[in-house]
């Protein structure tokens, strides 16, 4: 079964200073991967997600991951924190079609003036 | 765009009583899905459906049943609601590989 690991359960970075956070994952095939952001009191909302093709995705909100699979990796960045990007962030994989997917903890990003 | 929607927002419940969450999405979709989300546990599946009056069960189906009698909702059961499931309870609805989620109903158990 597949499963993710998120290293760090608390980020703090300054305001302008780079973003990673950082996601691990196994899986016996090629994983379908996701990063999700929960804003305080609210849902969760899509960052951006790998399926087939380019291994650098770009999402919302300036955020891009890319997928290294010699590394188990998905790492989530940002060039330049931004308050607003204080929130938690999930990392989850999924096999594809009907399939369950899987989160890991999640990551709380602080990001300091 | 995708709209999935829960009943309620906050919620609070005595111990022992039946507890309904319902989560109710307009895209047709068969997938549907129910979670919990708990500090430095991250989200963890309860249980899933394919299809009207399919079910599966998830990692952690204790405590909890759940209803796919129409395919647009699923609702979560809690037949006798204790203090430990008290949480924040996601539902989620599926077009491969992507899933959109509901707002979110907080639960707590007193």
């Known amino acids: 079964a597949q499963s993710v690991t998120q290293l760090g359960s608390h980020v703090s970075v300054s305001e302008g200073a780079l973003v990673l956070l950082r996601c691990n994952y196994s899986s016996s095939v090629p994983p379908y991967l996701f990063w999700y952001v929960q804003y305080p009191n609210q849902g969760l909302q899509l960052l951006l997600k790998y399926t087939t093709g380019a291994t650098l995705v770009k999402g919302i909100n300036g955020f891009e991951a890319e997928f290294k699979k010699s590394e188990t990796s998905f790492h989530l960045t940002k060039p330049s924190a931004h308050m607003s990007d204080a929130a938690e962030y999930f990392c989850a994989v999924s096999l594809g079609n009907n399939n369950d997917m899987r989160f890991g903890a999640g990551t709380r990003l602080t990001v300091k003036p | 765009d995708v709209k999935v929607t829960q009943s309620s927002r906050y919620l609070v419940k005595r111990t022992g009583e039946k507890v309904f969450l319902e989560c109710v999405q307009d895209?047709?979709?068969?997938?549907m899905f129910w979670y919990r989300q708990d500090p430095g546990l991250g989200l963890r599946l309860i249980y899933f459906s394919y299809d009207v009056k399919m079910k599966e069960k998830g990692d952690i189906p204790e405590g909890y049943s759940v209803s796919r009698e129409k395919k647009e909702r699923f609702s979560l059961i809690l037949e006798s609601a204790s203090t430990n499931q008290t949480s924040m309870y996601l539902c989620?609805?599926?077009?491969?590989?992507?899933?959109?989620f509901g707002p979110g109903t907080r639960l707590t158990v007193l």
């Open positions: 989620a609805s599926e077009q491969p590989p992507k899933q959109f």
């Open positions: 895209m047709d979709h068969e997938n």
